[in-house]
């Protein structure tokens, strides 16, 4: 196990909601990233998170927003559910600032729109 | 522009068979890194292996191999003797050396081990 937790695991909402989910970074990393995977598809890049602040991000509209806190944990928001959005997220972790490091990921939120 | 193909989309053997997923990549840097992460049906993307484009050492790991040739910009992995704990869908990734965010991810092979 990687030590990355995220919550919660499953989660059902309607178009048009929002949604938060967390994640925890594995002790010693100062860096998430988030990643959606659609059913049959590999991840997509959402954004990445270092030092409290948006450190890239991928094709993804303005209504996903993130935050991190001074323990390095990550929320990831989405705004205005659209069915498209039901996917895989995944969370990662990974030390930066001593040259590339792996990401270590998370066992996922599954999250269905309806 | 970066990008990753895994041209296998399924791939079934019989346990014991030796099987070689495929991974072709695209990048115009220089120094750049590959991966190639396991995602069994919990959903978790295991870690395998990272590899940086200036160093094509073939590597061995038990049963598992990844054979990284820059000239054909390919990065496959064999697996030798497959076990039934083997499926699972395995994605080759491309991380590029001037960035420390995203990873590329391919669309996956996803391995079916019969017993």
Redesign the interface.
């Known amino acids: 196990e990687?030590g990355v937790t995220q919550s919660p695991t499953h989660l059902i909402k309607t178009r048009g909601q929002q949604v938060t989910l967390r994640c925890s970074s594995q002790s010693g990393h100062n860096?998430v990233?988030w990643y959606q995977q659609a059913l049959?598809?590999?991840?997509?890049?959402i954004?990445?998170y270092?030092r409290e602040e948006e450190?890239?991000r991928?094709n993804f509209p303005p209504r996903f927003s993130g935050l991190q806190f001074p323990n390095y944990s990550s929320e990831l928001n989405v705004n205005a559910l659209e069915l498209d959005d039901s996917a895989?997220y995944?969370c990662?972790s990974?030390l930066?600032g001593r040259g590339?490091?792996?990401?270590?990921?998370?066992?996922?939120t599954?999250l269905l729109v309806l | 522009a970066q990008k990753v193909t895994q041209a296998q989309t399924e791939i079934s053997v019989v346990e014991k068979e030796d099987v070689t997923l495929d991974c072709v990549y695209e990048t115009r840097d220089t120094t750049y890194y590959l991966f190639w992460y396991k995602q069994p049906p919990s959903g978790e993307l295991v870690f395998l292996i990272r590899r940086n484009s200036f160093d094509e050492q073939n590597e061995i790991s038990g049963r598992y191999s990844w054979n990284f040739q820059k000239s054909t910009s390919s990065f496959n992995f064999t697996i030798t003797a497959s076990q039934v704990v083997d499926s699972a869908v395995y994605f080759c990734a491309l991380s590029e050396g001037n960035r420390d965010d995203k990873i590329i991810f391919g669309k996956g092979t996803r391995l079916h081990i019969l017993p």
């Open positions: 990687t860096t990233s049959g598809q590999g991840p997509q890049f954004f990445q270092y450190n890239g991928g895989l995944l990662a990974s930066l590339k490091e792996t990401q270590y990921f998370g066992p996922g599954r």
